[in-house]
């Protein structure tokens, strides 16, 4: 593994003829392999957790003392939703513009989560969150394209920014606080089992100021049957998902969820999740077979019992396949 040489941020394209960030530009650093980006008219904004590590981390990455702790420079390439024990992450927004230089970079605070933080472009703003340096605080951030702090709206006992959505005056977001619940194993050991309280946010698109705070009870019963990695359909809507199944829930109808039913076809995974230009939601999953033709399932539930509906087994998916009538 090459941890230990400086790493860069690389594969971001703008377009078949620009050059990558990689080419241009090489800020030293170790930055974790989830990323998230978004386009605006000057070019586009990415979103990435970066590790600072200290001389005494360094060392220990690459002489580990015996029965020692780990660190992020220890762990193998490719893990996924990485959890330090201090917020040793810090939260990044780099600019790039069309020819993939740095135009400039922005921290929006720091997390003991590896997962990029949320970020969307409105209107020639941008709009994120993370939580801050100081415990059980997070913060929601609008920035214009020049990297200036329009406002910074904080808010106390919540631990992570989920996801973020913008709907015409208000911007929406899904937080949540880790809550750690014990557990006994079959040995009579015990363990702590985390999983995250969520609550849904509106604020004003000018002020920043709370329009609506209120806490996700059924999206937290099903945080707690290890749904997770929330992101929004819509400005009311969002869906939770574990290994096999996801959950579309209402902020209308706080009460009830849509499932996805988790009889996937066998050697298939939840590859993918999109959202049409209105209430439309599909849901992708990808054979691990290369000879296996990808199936498109969409969400359907009534009452506690879960189905399956519009089974398609065509690339491109046929354009009856963006209309779902089963989600008001």
């Known amino acids: 593994m090459n941890y230990f040489s400086k790493i860069i ?37 990415v979103s990435i957790k970066k590790f600072n590590p200290t001389d005494a981390d360094i060392e220990n990455a690459i002489k580990p003392p015996k029965n020692g702790p780990w660190n992020f420079l220890m762990l193998p390439y490719g893990s996924k939703k990485l959890l330090l024990n201090n917020k040793g992450f810090e939260s990044k927004l780099y600019a790039l513009n069309k020819a993939g230089e740095v135009v ?34 997070i913060a929601i951030q609008k920035i214009d394209l020049n990297g200036k702090k329009v406002w910074k709206k904080e808010l ?24 750690y619940q014990k557990v006994v194993y079959p040995d009579n050991t015990y363990g702590n089992k985390m999983f995250p309280v969520y609550f849904y946010v509106q604020l004003n698109i000018e002020t920043g100021e709370i329009i609506k705070k209120e806490y996700q009870k059924m999206g937290v019963y099903l945080s707690g049957k290890h749904f997770s990695n929330p992101v929004f359909n819509t400005p009311y809507s969002y869906y939770l998902s574990n290994a096999d199944s996801a959950a579309f829930i209402s902020t209308l109808e706080l009460d009830k969820a849509r499932i996805v039913s988790d009889k996937l076809a066998e050697g298939s995974i939840i590859k993918q999740i999109s959202v049409g230009p209105n209430y439309y939601h599909l849901l992708y999953t990808k054979a691990k077979s290369r000879n296996k033709i990808p199936t498109l399932y969409t969400q359907i539930i009534m009452e506690r019992k879960k189905y399956m509906m519009w089974i398609f087994r065509s690339n491109p998916l046929p354009r009856t396949a963006f209309y779902d009538p089963c989600f008001p």
């Open 9 to 45: 941020i690389a594969g971001l394209f703008l377009c078949n003829h620009c050059k990558t960030f990689a080419q241009l530009t090489q800020p030293e650093g170790y930055f974790t392999s989830e990323a998230k980006a978004v386009a605006s008219d000057s070019g586009i904004i």
């Open 104 to 137: 400039w970079e922005y921290t929006l605070g720091y997390s003991d989560k590896s997962q990029a933080s949320p970020v969307v472009i409105n209107d020639n703003f941008i709009f994120a969150g993370e939580s801050e340096e100081e415990d059980n605080k």
């Open 156 to 179: 106390d006992s919540l631990d992570n920014v989920d996801d973020i959505i913008v709907s015409g005056d208000m911007v929406c977001a899904l937080v949540s606080f880790d809550y």
